[in-house]
């Protein structure tokens, strides 16, 4: 339920929570992402895995939110990791260096079931 | 050609897309492509956010005003507000992003300390467009100018 531009869905799993996200994600609505993903790790879950598929646009303000989200996993011995995001997410990740190099901050799987399997 | 547009809007998070069709619009006029347009709204996103979160420090405090102007060789879109002296130059650039893999907690902890101060937005303005230019005056405030250079110097 949103009024906003962003459309927030969360599907709890036996291992790990995936949250498919659509819209847009700036700064007049990362804390809603940023709401659902502590509402979510205060529920006790510490694994997540984000679907960026529908995003068609997000500022550091998501990445915000979402380097966040990954802090408290890792803290709980959990991990947060990236599912299809679109292709300007993936620039925007990418330009702030977060999904490169040998061992990325965030690993990015091509789809849900990769990113499933993996946890 | 070399005509100058401009917007004033209040400072306030939803007025941010308003500035960014406005600023996008401008840059189609002029030429630019899909990607380099897509720079553009990302850039003018985030230094639009900068001004309202630490030059004003919160939303309704002041205004913003964005002009565009294109030439032959260049889209230049400038920023403006009466904020407090926020320079792209007082944020240093928040941990080597190349060695952001390789962060500890403490370290992350840091990193996103600093994403906190518009690092990571000045650092997409740096890397996207072709200049960044800032000044500050005590009677005109802040002026933040991006430049995009037109593609083959502009035909």
Redesign the interface.
């Known amino acids: 339920m949103s009024t906003s531009d962003l459309v927030i869905n969360v599907e709890k799993l036996k291992r790990v929570v995936l949250i498919t996200v659509a819209g847009r994600i ?3 609505n990362a804390s809603e992402l940023d709401d659902v993903l502590k509402e979510t790790l205060d529920e006790g879950h510490n694994n997540f895995i984000i679907n960026l598929d529908k995003v068609e ?1 997000m ?3 998501g ?2 939110a979402l ?2 989200a ?2 408290e996993s ?2 709980k011995r959990g991990d947060l990791v990236i599912s299809s995001p679109s292709p ?1 997410v993936a ?2 990740f990418e ?4 999904t ?6 965030f690993t990015v799987y091509e789809n849900d079931a990769t990113a499933v399997g993996s946890f | 050609m070399g005509e100058e547009n401009v917007l004033i809007v209040p400072g306030r998070f939803d007025q941010i897309r308003t500035i960014t069709k406005f600023v996008t619009a401008g840059g189609e006029a002029a030429g630019l492509d899909e990607n380099t347009l897509f720079h553009l709204e990302l850039c003018c996103d985030e230094a639009s956010t900068n001004i309202i979160e630490h030059a004003y420090g919160a939303e309704d405090i002041g205004t913003i005003t964005v002009q565009y102007q294109t030439t032959k060789e260049a889209f230049k879109v400038t920023f403006q507000d009466y904020g407090r002296p926020f320079s792209p130059d007082d944020v240093s650039e928040p941990v080597s992003y190349k060695d952001v893999n390789e962060l500890s907690e403490p370290d992350l902890g840091d990193f996103l300390n600093k994403m906190k101060v518009g690092g990571l937005g000045i650092h997409f303005m740096r890397k996207l467009m072709d200049e960044v230019h800032y000044n500050f005056d005590p009677e005109k405030g802040n002026e933040l100018t991006l430049v995009k250079y037109m593609p083959d110097g502009g035909k």
Not at chain 1, 95 to 98: E, F, K
Not at chain 1, 100 to 105: E, K, M, S, V
């Open positions: 700036d700064s007049t646009y500022s550091s303000a990445l915000r380097v966040s990954l802090r890792k803290k300007r620039e925007v330009l702030a260096g977060l490169t190099g040998p061992t990325p901050l």
